[in-house]
């Protein structure tokens, strides 16, 4: 198996929730309006998601360079994103590899609709947990940022199997906890979560359905 990294743990502590805000705010509606994965989710009220995901010009360049470095990436390389969203670390890592074959895709159109314009061609609509139409290593990386915790566990193996078949290497981000406290405000905050596990439970996971690649866990603290 592959080792733990911390790729995307800074961007994420870097933003300060509520946990009991979103919990007492008629989450249930919020969370049925979160699932369909469309506007509000990405750029209508915070109460449905990100309340508004923007492109920050360098934002996700860290984690790109990071990515090259660690993965050998070059301009010979092709690299997949399962879940892309608006695909913004594709992007990042497009401009710093001109020439890298980059593929991303997501269930959600307005998010794809909202990628950058120099990669929207390269990027379509499927879901994680179905068969990837690519053959085996297709890819010399294949990544995975906060999408296959939104699956359920009986789909996790499609998507883990898939995401090690075509892909040569791997990084797959999820959250997760590591305490009760972590727990709760994770439970609080997720309104699309369907697996909820703490980190021993996804390493297990990860042996038990063979995915080797890397992987990094973010907390709720």
Same mark, same amino acid.
């Given at each position: 198996?592959? *080792?733990?990294?911390?790729?995307?743990? *800074?961007?994420?502590?870097?933003?300060? #929730?509520?946990?009991?805000?979103?919990?007492?705010?008629?989450?249930?509606?919020? @969370?049925?309006?979160? %699932?369909?994965?469309?506007?509000?989710?990405?750029?209508?009220? %915070?109460?449905?998601?990100?309340?508004?995901?923007?492109?920050?010009?360098?934002?996700?360049?860290?984690?790109?360079? =990071?990515?090259?470095?660690?993965?050998?990436?070059?301009?010979?390389? #092709?690299?997949?994103?399962?879940?892309?969203? *608006? =695909?913004?670390?594709?992007?990042? @890592? *497009?401009?710093?590899?001109?020439?890298?074959?980059? =593929?991303?895709?997501?269930?959600?159109?307005?998010?794809?609709?909202?990628?950058?314009?120099?990669? #929207?061609?390269?990027?379509?609509?499927? #879901?994680?947990?179905?068969?990837?139409?690519?053959?085996?290593?297709?890819?010399?990386?294949?990544?995975?940022?906060?999408?296959?915790?939104?699956?359920?566990?009986?789909?996790?193996?499609?998507?883990?199997?898939? @995401?090690?078949?075509?892909?040569?290497?791997?990084?797959?981000?999820?959250?997760?906890? %590591?305490?009760?406290?972590?727990?709760?405000?994770?439970?609080?905050?997720?309104?699309?979560?369907?697996?909820?596990?703490?980190?021993?439970?996804?390493?297990?996971?990860?042996?038990?359905?063979?995915?080797?690649?890397?992987?990094?866990?973010?907390?709720?603290?």
């Amino acid at each position: 198996m592959g *080792k733990l990294v911390n790729y995307v743990t *800074k961007l994420h502590e870097a933003t300060n #929730r509520s946990y009991i805000d979103r919990m007492i705010d008629d989450k249930v509606p919020c @969370i049925i309006k979160a %699932r369909e994965y469309e506007y509000d989710y990405w750029d209508g009220d %915070r109460r449905y998601g990100y309340g508004g995901y923007k492109f920050i010009e360098g934002r996700w360049k860290p984690v790109a360079e =990071a990515m090259i470095e660690n993965y050998s990436l070059t301009n010979e390389s #092709r690299i997949l994103d399962v879940g892309c969203g *608006k =695909a913004y670390l594709l992007y990042e @890592i *497009k401009q710093l590899l001109p020439d890298l074959e980059v =593929a991303g895709f997501d269930i959600s159109r307005h998010g794809l609709a909202e990628s950058r314009k120099e990669i #929207r061609k390269d990027l379509f609509h499927y #879901r994680a947990q179905d068969i990837y139409p690519y053959g085996d290593n297709h890819f010399d990386l294949v990544i995975s940022l906060g999408c296959l915790h939104n699956i359920r566990l009986h789909e996790l193996q499609t998507a883990l199997q898939e @995401i090690e078949r075509v892909g040569r290497q791997g990084y797959v981000m999820l959250e997760s906890y %590591r305490n009760e406290q972590e727990l709760f405000n994770l439970q609080c905050w997720a309104l699309t979560a369907e697996s909820f596990l703490d980190t021993s439970e996804w390493i297990w996971l990860y042996n038990h359905f063979g995915y080797t690649g890397d992987y990094e866990f973010i907390y709720f603290e």
